[in-house]
């Protein structure tokens, strides 16, 4: 039988933060992929609180990074740490970018290199699922498998809009 670790919790806010962020995610993704949810409003629900959600995800990285790093004393002044952690430095620093324009006076200044500049959570979203595999390989905790799932399904269903919105698929009617 497989048993799982308990998660620290560190390992809590990272999955916090990955869950209230595939929430960020979905309204899109969904409206694209399911074409009937526009019918329902859900992804319309959800938009409205899309920026609040990837706030508090942005705040629970924070908390997951300043957990960890304390925990395994992380020395940046060793070249070789950033190798290590490259995948949660660049998936933090593309969710420190959106926090800091996820707002009004961002989007009225920036115009459309803010949605151009938006579109670098799908990025992230790569990156976080390499970031949880690479990390949690050889020692999973019981958020292991659910944070898995999450990220994965996620980046498959954008993997699946990409490729409708490609036009290489008529749309479904």
């Given at each position: 039988m497989l048993w799982l670790d308990f998660p620290p919790r560190a390992n809590w806010a990272g999955f916090g933060a990955a869950l209230l962020y595939v929430a960020t995610l979905l309204p899109t993704i969904?409206?694209?992929?399911?074409?009937?949810?526009?019918?329902?409003g859900i992804p319309k629900k959800m938009l409205l609180q899309r920026r609040l959600l990837g706030l508090i995800a942005f705040l629970l990285s924070i908390i997951h990074g300043?957990?960890?790093?304390?925990?395994?004393?992380v020395d940046f002044s060793d070249l070789q740490t950033y190798w290590i952690y490259c995948q949660g430095i660049f998936t933090f620093l593309i969710f420190l970018l959106l926090a800091i324009t996820s707002n009004d006076w961002s989007v009225k200044r920036l115009k459309k290199n803010w949605k151009n500049l938006h579109k670098l959570t799908y990025l992230a979203m790569f990156l976080l699922l390499w970031h949880i595999i690479d990390k949690m390989w050889g020692h999973w905790t019981w958020l292991t498998p659910p944070s898995l799932v999450l990220t994965g399904t996620i980046t498959l269903l954008y993997l699946i809009r990409v490729i409708r919105e490609s036009h290489l698929f008529p749309k479904q009617k």
């Open positions: 969904l409206r694209v992929v399911f074409p009937s949810t526009k019918t329902t300043y957990l960890l790093i304390n925990k395994r004393a």
